[in-house]
């Protein structure tokens, strides 16, 4: 690839954890098919480094990011940001002629109890189609700005082979929500705290007809949301100790990527992982309680060898604590919109950053 050849030629190095960013000193660029964005704290770099660029390949300069992948980027002058996906939520709302509809609080309705389509059931083709083009329009958003979202996703997915009418219900109530939220945004404050900390839960035998549990984990840099997911683990748990060990599993192997990924950047830290389920620490710390984790599949004890290095380290908090309780499972309205300001998600239209 000629970009690649480009970078290679002037000593950019292209990172093994994520192949689509080069580095070099403090410059960092990140390419996705022909966009790229330039990072780097001297602007007489970065000019030096596009008329380079300019005289390889014919580009356009578009300036200071004010936009990438269709995300809004806000900037104020203490350097702090604001990034948002308002113009894409109004799209998504535009598309299912929902724009006018009657905002909710919380992305699902607690109080219902979703099962798959039974086989004999009539499925609308046309129905089909929307729920799926819904969740994955309402996907981009989660992946981009918006954990919040997360578990919504990962529970509606499940059904996106035969949903029914009380699917598609669940569906447009999350637009619901991103109507009344489609102006939220991840913050990123200029401040001194750079530690990395990480958040894991799970939502033991939730799922009511497979009985597998949901899990999920959220990191932050700082006060700042850096990554987050939302799954459904693939094999049955037999007890909620077993099903937060392998949720623990889940978070360390997105810790270890975040600190090599900051490795390769120069910029090593310790990263912190908290859960509220104190035999499942125990178990990943304590390698001979064999009787108890004998018949658990060898890819989750992954977790006891990186503790044994000290790639991380592994710690308690409460339940109330724990912001990684948004991406497994509905919470209600208090509850979501406490863990949604811990977060630092923000109404970019209020202009509080």
Not at 61 to 70: S, T, V
Not at 113 to 138: A, F, N, R
Not at 190 to 208: E, L, P, Q, R
């Amino acid at each position: 690839m000629k970009i690649h050849s480009f970078f290679a030629k002037h000593q950019f190095i292209m990172l093994n954890s994520d192949n689509s960013i080069f580095f070099k000193n403090k410059l960092m660029i990140s390419i996705y098919v022909d966009d790229l964005l330039i990072v780097g704290p001297n602007m007489n770099d970065i000019n030096a480094l596009k008329q380079t660029l300019h005289s390889e390949f014919e580009m356009t300069d578009l300036g200071e990011a004010h936009w990438i992948l269709g995300i809004e980027i806000q900037r104020n002058k203490d350097c702090e940001i604001l990034i948002n996906q308002k113009l894409y939520a109004n799209t998504i709302l535009k598309r299912f002629q929902m724009e006018d509809c009657n905002p909710v609080q919380t992305p699902l309705d607690t109080s219902v109890v979703l099962i798959k389509s039974q086989d004999d059931e009539e499925i609308d083709e046309h129905q089909t189609m929307v729920y799926q083009q819904i969740i994955g329009s309402v996907m981009y958003l989660m992946l981009g700005t918006r954990p919040d979202l997360a578990y919504s996703i990962t529970m509606l997915s499940q059904f996106n082979a035969k949903p029914n009418s009380s699917h598609l219900q669940a569906a447009k109530r999350l637009l619901r929500y991103i109507q009344r939220t489609k102006c939220l945004g991840l913050y990123y404050p200029s401040n001194k705290n750079t530690k990395i900390i990480g958040f894991v839960d799970s939502s033991y035998a939730s799922s009511i007809y497979d009985r597998k549990s949901f899990c999920g984990y959220i990191f932050q840099y700082g006060s700042a949301t850096i990554s987050w997911t939302s799954s459904k683990q693939q094999t049955v748990a037999l007890s909620t100790t077993e099903a937060e060990y392998m949720a623990l599993t889940l978070a360390a192997k997105q810790a270890l990527w975040i600190k090599t990924f900051l490795n390769e950047l120069q910029r090593p830290k310790e990263i912190k992982i908290f859960g509220d389920n104190q035999a499942a620490i125990f178990l990943a710390k304590n390698a001979g309680l064999h009787k108890r984790s004998k018949h658990i599949d060898i890819q989750y004890h992954f977790i006891r060898e990186k503790l044994q290095n000290k790639e991380f380290q592994l710690e308690f908090c409460t339940s109330s604590e724990n912001l990684a309780d948004i991406v497994t499972k509905g919470l209600a309205r208090i509850t979501t919109s406490k863990i949604i300001r811990k977060l630092n998600i923000k109404d970019v239209s209020e202009g509080d950053y």
